[in-house]
DNA sequence: CGAATCTTTCAATAACAAATGAAAAATTCA
DNA sequence: TGAATTTTTCATTTGTTATTGAAAGATTCG
């Protein structure tokens, strides 16, 4: 039986109360932005863990299989919410939480809510192109729904870079 | 057959270009708020047409069935994203799009995000009891995030509201 | 009132997203 | 180098959410 596989079988002991209420107020949070239950598992256990633990450790304690803790794991990484320390003579990689969690505010504003608003800039160009061609009588309404949308777009285009700012700190 | 069915089945014209695209916008902005597609398809249709829809129309024009329809306006205006305009002679409700898009954010901001917000406070003054049990070395990383995590969810307190003054105009 | 029309509901189905775990790939150690 | 260990990948399975459409419910009109 491979040593990864054995561990977790062996280890898994119980979550703390401490660690089922931390897992849970992250999981709830993640969803908002689109980020699977497994993820919020794996932050929320490392955010009240007291030094670094190992992928298997992981997976043991939460119960989440190899694939799931190590996408996760991935995808934490790439936001920069975990990092792996240097744990001497340790063969396998050791996880911290970031303390950055205005990580994962920013970054989905900066990767889902952003683009989507420069994309709706190019539509909202193009619609009022093809508005042109329609009889006055029809195109009444819909500039009219038009100036709100750019209106309420031009306001969420000032405030959102205000707003990462003051995240940040 | 009854006439609503018969109706869908006949009325059945393309999408313009320009529906097309506010649908298209629509739906990318609406998912982001964790909303079914045909939600964002009704919503843009009625964003860019010249009057008011009956739901007979907008199932004809998108193709959806009279259960998406009649489900997405139902939540549409309950959000108050869309309403019923009063039509002479006629017998189906008649929909408009609410000019107020302001709405989606704030509904999602006050109905999602608050709530959360005030459950995780609640966790956190939980979390610090049971850390007190802790003996010292465990404590300390843990301790050092749960004040990271107070401090920026103070400030997510804090700009909050303003942020729902700010879109509301 | 009662027939016709319109709207809502909801059980069944389809579409989609997440989790699993075996196999491949990468890494480490002797 | 090569055996052991660790990590990643990805086809399959499982679970969740959205859509469908028939039936029930509500409304309108004569």
Redesign the interface.
Known sequence: MPALVEATRSKATRL???EV??I??FI??LR?L?WPKSVGEIYGLL?????PLAMDEIMARTGMSLGAASQGLKLLREFGAVRTVYTPGARKDHY??S?E??RFATSYIEE??LP?MR??QE??Q??ER??QS?PE??????A??MD??KY?LG?GQK?VPW?VK??KL
């Open positions: 703390s109360d401490l209420e931390s849970e107020m709830n949070f908002l689109g955010f009240v863990s007291a030094g911290v939480a303390g969690l205005s889902e809510l989507r994309t709706a539509r909202i193009r619609m093809m508005m329609l009588y029809d195109r009444q309404l819909p009219e729904r709100r949308l309420w306001k405030v707003l003051f995240l």
